[in-house]
């Protein structure tokens, strides 16, 4: 059974994560490292983690910030590049059958807003003065990955939807200019109990534990909806006019 007891109010921290390349996976081996299309809970959990200066033994601390609310909305879809790495196994006479191929999947070009809450005001201003100071280093799902400087975008009083709707378009400009309508409709992923109660999922992003030695995860209901989100790129006029050629 699934229960949630939430305040009159809670504050939103809002984070734009952009760059080259991202990466979210949420089923992986060591030999493959795949990708999801859109950040994941656990990886955000993993960034707040960082930032708080916690240890990926201390499971405690750690699963707490599960309890924070999560949504992120697709502001510009990316696409998948894979590439390869060259490893080598730790074995005490090294030779060719000691090197293998392990394969790396990324998103490229894509922009999301990420959007966490809790009704603890005093957590929300530790994670968000944690975010601007990181105790480690923070990075897009893999430590090869940095932030861009603008992520942290903003913080509300409003909830996780009525912020994603309220913030404008974040896409790159070059994918807004081929976008020729005033409007787009963008998708928002959430806690299941944050979105559209008819379309539930279960992802496998809820963080158990992070140590090396045996990392954790199990699932999470999640839910997804969509909200339109003006095109301010959008230009209604026209330099071209049909009486030009008439002349006078």
Known sequence: MISLIVGDSMKTILLKFAGPMQSWGTNSNFENRHTDFYPSKSGVIGMIAASLGYRRDEDEKISKLNELSFAVRIDQPGNILKDYHTARKNI?????????????????????????SHKDDILMGEIENSLKNPWFQTFLGRRSLPLTADFLLKSTENGLIDSLSKIEWQASKWYKDKTKEDAVKLEIYSDFYEGDAKQISMRKDRVISFSQMNRQFNYRYESVSTVEISNRTFDYSTTHDVFESVGD
């Not at 006479?93 to 807003?113: I, P």
């Open 92 to 116: 005490k006479k090294l030779s060719a059958k000691g090197n293998y191929v392990t394969n790396r999947f990324y998103l490229e070009d894509a922009v999301f807003v990420v959007a966490i």
